[in-house]
């Protein structure tokens, strides 16, 4: 038996068998065929083939009815890949006639395409590049006992053990086959945490080296509460988790009692929960946990799942069914926050070398402004349909807003000579998610409606902590004096100014700062869906008094240690039975 401390990433505590996924083919075995082997090499290919598209229609219908038909278009996509005739008929050639093993001649035509992809040096075909070497990978792992065939002939369901998982892998999990995911990279706020914890599944990140102490098949207990991993647990250790599990589930049921209950304190002050989302499926869990809206949509997930930019009609779409499904509730679209971790990385012949710090979000968006322009339609025509708020990301300068507000008057102008209909007066905001747009948060103040403040980001620029690195992850905290002094700027500024301001970082999900960010101030929070019910519980538990001490005690601190004790401990004495988990982390 053996405890390895990674990070809680997606709460609820399992237990169950491990499938260990790795990277497909390391090794791909080459050889001369024989002549009287080519039929039968020519009818593996096919056979793979057959299968692998039975698997990618599948992912395809699991996605759609998961996350929607949006997510599901990459899979429609490679479907189409794996049936063209031109990428079939040399593979199939390389094997009549150079005698190639079925993996060599797939191996090489994929490489081929790939590179022919890549050296027509635009970003589209660049990522069509990328595109073929997953499916490359794919049709590989099935030829030499593949991945899915593994997660498909599981009898029961399991825990996935990898070294990292992007955020598309995870969507294409199916659900039922899976109990929890465990992965050695990674950290509380990286992407694919915020999608373990989109579709609801225990997750722990950060496990440094974990997969090589164990193998297919064996036991461990995942505790997404608590970040904790048991290796092949004995009788006891099973017994205590089964209790805390129980305990844990009773919690969580009784917390859904809240689903139908306001967010407002013992002393009436009303706090607005709205949900983050990814896809617009998940605004049906924003609803039923009483959720007033949506406070952060992040709509770059929309490109990452899909494999050709989508045209503004898709766009305009998915916003529009977003703004419908919330029936007058307000939606905030965040304009896309692509760069860095997020997909323009492989598209360039050329990485960067500081990406976090390059061309990311905003100021991508202020370099692509064809594509900038598009989602500002789509935007804006969906406005016309609902409470639409447009907000831009990782805003560090006044000249970047002024410019984005620019463009949204030029799309308004050509939205309204096309006779097309939009909210002419949508309200605009931006995320305060950099420093430098924190410690000038008054002055942007009285060029926008709202503020949302990012402390995901806010933490890392702050601290100079990579926010997907496990290896810093314990220098990662939003309790940072230094963070808190920005984040109180920044409400003061609001204040001031008299604007919303929100807070959309993962920390609007954690109770440990419930108390503390309503003390400082803020009446809008927005977070993870399946948070809601959790957080509206601290918040009926509380009166005003109570959070604006805590937030008085905590500003006094001057180091991240004290600022967590003491969260935590004001958690833990506000209803020990039911927040005692959340405060031990
Ligand atoms: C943030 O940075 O706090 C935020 C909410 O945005 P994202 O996690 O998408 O970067
Ligand atoms: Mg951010």
Redesign the pocket.
Known sequence: MERIKGIAASPGIVWGKVLLLGEAETHVPRRIILEKEITGEIDRLHKTLEHALRALAQLRQHTERELGADAAKIFAFHEGMLKDRSLIDPIENSIRVAHANVEAAVTDQFQKLSRQFRSMGNEIFAAKADDILDLQRRVLGLLMGEEEDRLERLSEPTIIVAHELTPSQVAAVPRSKVIAFVTEAGGL?GHTS?VFRAMGVPAVVGCLNIAKKLQDGDEIIVDGDSGEIVLKPDAQIKSDFQKRAEQSARVRLKLEETDSLEAITTDGVRIQLHG?IEFPAEVENVLKHGGDGVG?Y?TEFLFLTSDTPPDEEEQFESYKNTILMLKGRPCTLRTL?LGADKMTQEMLSEPERNPFLGLRSIRYSLQHQPMFKTQLRAILRASAFGPARIMF?LVSTLMELRQAKLIVRDVMEELEEEGIAFDPLPKIGI?I?VPSAALMARTFATEVDFFSI?????VQYTLAVDRGNERVANLYTAASPAVLHLVKNTIRAGRYANIETSL???IAGDPVFTMLLIGMGLRTLSLVPGQIPLIKRVIRSVNLELCERLARKVGSFDSEHQIQTSLRDELRKLDPANFGGWATA
Request: with cysteine; charged share 30%.
């Open positions: 706020t915020i983050n952060l992040r926050d990301p995320m998610e990012g402390t995901n980001d806010l959309c970082g993962e």
